[in-house]
């Protein structure tokens, strides 16, 4: 018997564990669910919670499977447990404000309904036509034109994505918003809310900063 051997079975006779890799999935596991706290300040970021959750059953079962090859259970039982706990949370707190966030009397309604049909020689669909003169809701980011405090009027857009690599909006993609007194905002980089009085207008109102409007706002509710 060789030198080799014998070391390795005196080194299990007196009790050294075989070494164990630590799973991966169960690692990864445990930090999207730490990360996925951020689900409640945003439904998209839930996806982290259900990647994590999932993650955490694939690690775990795979320990269970191979536990003299790979180790690291509890971090996967602690990545599933906080993945499930903050997807519930969040989804939760998210529906609860849609449902809620509607002040009464006025319409939800999204940039998608302002958007004219593919082919249209209208700049405008009929559907967006038809909201004019009523009281609507609508979320959307500020356009950035440089003021930052005590801003009443202001260029509203469903998301930051043009403004912020030097493009203009679609003119569809522009509302234009006046708050009424005493409503100020100052700007950020969050997804805000309004409601007021729509006007639709075909013919395109100038307005300083971007190539004009065909939407304007009077709003009386922000948040």
Known sequence: MSVETKTIDSAREEGFAPYR???KAAVVSLVLGLASVVGLASATLLVLALVGFVLGLIGWRSIVRYPAELTGK???ILGVVLSAMFFVVGASKHMHEYATE???????????????EKG????IPP???ELSGQQVFVKGYLYPDGQQDNIQRFVLIPDLGTCCFGGQPKLTDMIEVTLEEPLRVSYSMRKRKFAGLLKVDPRLKPVSGVNGVYYQLQADFLR
């Open 74 to 76: 509890p971090m996967a």
């Open 21 to 23: 890799a630590v799973s």
């Open 102 to 116: 509607v002040p009464e009397g006025y319409e939800r309604i999204s940039f998608r309904e302002l958007q004219p």
């Open 120 to 123: 249209s020689r209208m700049p």
């Open 127 to 129: 559907g967006a036509l």
